[in-house]
């Protein structure tokens, strides 16, 4: 499995606070995504990154930042959480799309924002 | 961005029956792959295509990606309650990575 690590695994939070979601891998690999997970929505796009400090929006970047000062973090961060972004984040990684797998996934955050 | 639709949403099959997945694309795909999530769990990579009528296939799983390059479909052959999930198509856009998934389709297998 590739190593991708996420945390916090699980996190209730109130609305208006700040939250932190980490990411983190030891495989090198150049490209970071984080993804949320809806029912009936699939899988979609928050932000990704293709190298350190080098970030663009995905989809659903609305309410969102990120940041990755190295190569193996990649961070998101809610600055005021609202109900709307109790989710499933799932981070990925990719060392090239056009392999496969194009992504390897970490394990996901259950986020709730009461 | 590449949009994908999936058909059906969500089926419920016998154990032993065969069952089809359809993604389709609004854009040309330059790559397209399959993956499956258990509940609560990460996702699992099973099989990528890139060319116009190529197909693959892995244990009783198959897929195809048409001549177009515009639509696949994942077909599981005697079904078991293993290949019960969630399963997710996505694509490779041509120019960039901002790689997207359709919806899903939930799979139930009934024994």
């Known amino acids: 499995d590739a190593g991708i690590t996420q945390s916090p695994r699980h996190k209730v939070t109130e609305t208006g606070t700040p939250v932190t979601l980490r990411c983190h891998q030891t495989?090198?690999?150049?490209?970071m995504y984080w993804y949320r997970q809806d029912p009936g929505h699939g899988l979609r796009l928050i932000h990704y990154?293709?190298?350190?400090?080098?970030?663009d929006k995905g989809e659903v970047s609305d309410g969102y930042s990120v940041s990755r000062s190295k190569t193996e973090d990649f961070l998101l961060t809610l600055e005021s959480a609202t109900s709307s972004q109790t989710s499933v984040y799932f981070c990925?990684?990719?060392?090239?799309?056009?392999?496969?797998?194009?992504?390897?996934f970490g394990n996901g955050t259950r986020l709730t924002v009461t | 961005s590449q949009e994908l639709e999936q058909s059906p949403q969500s089926l419920i099959v016998q154990e032993g029956k065969n069952l089809t997945i359809n993604c389709t694309s609004s854009k040309t795909l330059y790559g397209l792959y399959w993956y499956k999530q258990k509940y609560g769990e990460g996702l699992i990579f099973l099989m990528m295509?890139?060319?116009?009528?190529e197909e693959k296939s892995h244990e009783k799983i198959t897929a195809k990606l048409d001549e177009k390059k515009q639509q696949s479909s994942l077909h599981i052959t005697a079904s078991q309650p293993s290949h019960a999930g969630i399963y997710l198509c996505g694509a490779t856009p041509g120019n960039d990575y901002k790689l997207s998934f359709g919806a899903g389709t939930t799979v139930t297998v009934r024994a």
């Open positions: 990925a990684i990719s060392e090239s799309p056009r392999q496969a797998p194009p992504l390897h």
């Open positions: 495989e090198n690999h150049r490209y």
């Open positions: 990154s293709y190298g350190v400090k080098d970030t």
């Open positions: 295509l890139q060319k116009g009528g």
